[in-house]
């Protein structure tokens, strides 16, 4: 957790635990040979009592001649304003003074003095809630900058060390309230599970242990298993069904879980219910679809299933615009670059190319635009003048309907050219009277 050289600041609140903690540190800084200051975060909940707390926190750094460094914040206010638990607010305010003393004062971690009965809580309290593996795995020793040395310890052990030292520390009225969730899960939960195994904080430890090592290999198998039947496509992930039907149910939901959470930037509120909502769909008819959980939505499209953000109600408000096509030279329009040039007839070799077509010119009617799809477009498909709807097209050649407003068709004044990507209308192909020759080339920017 910490290397000589290292900056440290410690989370100390003045309760039994920060203080063993600001105790231990200090103990072992010179031993170690890193530097430590202290964060104290003032929740303004709790009036003269919590700013008293705060008080003896700095004098007894005062006492251990340990920097001091106190952040107020206004909980109850943020609580309000975010619509949110005064313990979650508290949580939040707190992580985020934190980050902020690091940044402030060069730390290169931060200390908190999280303990194994705090371990067992939380276990319990999400296991109540519901959770799938990681909710087992509890609180980790190591996160990111935070670190939490006395992870290995319960606070008995905690307050005996207290006790040794002749150490004072101060109790939190809020601690002996069972109003907060995590009171009621410490003041009686936790003792009746020591009524029937004394070692239950330990054991709930060790398990949190197994579950963290466990889902560590199985992170690593699932994101192979992802990579190799999961594509991002123009911002949505779209799996393949097949491969998906082929793994266990529980690789199936971590997949499908974690792809949601790349959609939604975040995998907070993401429950099994969204998650087996989505996976439902594989098995229903294509263009079934759900909304889940913060913001994201699944359709099945064909063998896919689609996971994306769900779309704004701005969406398709650009789609119905024509870009003026330069002949010859270059047009941008979107993510497309289209270049256009006349070409020599007598020495053109006409391939099958995706993104490279020669029409006829002379049967071009007026200027050429670039465009999405309207209502009532139509391609021409054989010399006989029989023409398809794009819609029609779209839906014969499993075109996803997510993508069919984003592809571009090069139109004239009159009908559509090119299906960009896809197909060329038949009456623009070139024939034995065809005279001059537009060689159009698309590239990607």
Not at 5 to 27: N, R, T
Not at 380 to 387: K, L, T
Request: proline share 2%; glycine share 8%.
């Amino acid at each position: 957790m910490i290397h000589p050289g290292d900056v440290i600041g410690a989370g100390v609140s003045g309760g039994a635990d920060s203080v063993c903690l600001l105790l231990m540190l200090s103990e072992l800084k010179e031993k170690m040979g890193f530097n430590l200051f202290v964060v104290n975060v003032e929740h303004g909940i709790r009036g003269e009592e919590s700013l008293s707390d705060s008080t003896f926190v700095e004098e007894l750094c005062k006492k251990m001649r340990v920097p001091f460094y106190r952040y107020d914040v206004n909980v109850p206010a943020l609580a309000e304003e975010l619509k949110i638990s005064l313990e979650e607010a508290a949580r939040k305010a707190r992580y985020e003074a934190f980050g902020k003393a690091c940044r402030e004062h060069g730390a290169t971690g931060i200390a908190i003095a999280h303990n194994m009965d705090d371990n067992a809580e939380t276990v319990i309290h999400n296991m109540a809630r519901g959770t799938s593996l990681t909710g087992l795995a509890g609180i980790r020793p190591v996160r990111d900058d935070i670190i939490r040395p006395l992870l290995c310890l319960t606070r008995s052990e905690i307050e005996e060390y207290l006790a040794a030292k002749g150490a004072s520390f101060r109790t939190d009225s809020t601690n002996l309230s069972d109003e907060y969730t995590r009171n009621k899960i410490r003041h009686r939960i936790i003792p009746e599970l020591e009524n029937l195994n004394p070692g239950a904080p330990e054991h709930i430890m060790a398990l949190s242990e197994d579950v963290s090592d466990a889902l560590s290999v199985l992170g690593d198998l699932i994101a192979r298993k992802k990579d190799g039947m999961a594509k991002n496509e123009a911002g949505e992930w779209r799996i393949d069904i097949s491969l998906l039907d082929k793994e266990a149910d529980y690789v199936q939901r971590e997949i499908v879980k974690s792809l949601m959470a790349s959609a939604a930037g975040g995998s907070k509120d993401i429950g099994r219910v969204h998650v087996n909502d989505a996976l439902a769909l594989c098995h229903k008819e294509t263009g079934s679809r759900c909304s889940l959980s913060m913001g994201v939505e699944a359709e099945r499209e064909y063998d896919s299933l689609i996971i994306r953000k769900t779309a704004s109600e701005d969406k398709g408000k650009n789609l119905d615009i024509s870009v003026p096509v330069s002949v010859p030279g270059a047009t941008d329009a979107g993510n497309i670059s289209l270049r256009t040039s006349f070409a020599d007839k007598n020495a053109i070799k006409i391939e099958k190319k995706t993104y490279t077509k020669l029409i006829d010119c002379d049967k071009i009617k007026g200027r050429l635009f670039l465009r999405h799809r309207r209502t009532g477009d139509m391609l021409a498909v054989n010399e006989a003048g029989g023409r398809i709807s794009i819609k029609d097209y779209f839906i014969n050649e499993k075109i996803p309907r997510s993508l069919r407003d984003k592809i571009w068709l090069l139109c004239d004044e009159e009908q559509v050219i090119w299906i960009v990507g896809y197909r060329l209308s038949e009456a623009f192909k070139i024939k034995e009277e065809t005279v001059r020759v537009l060689e159009l080339e698309i590239t990607e920017k």
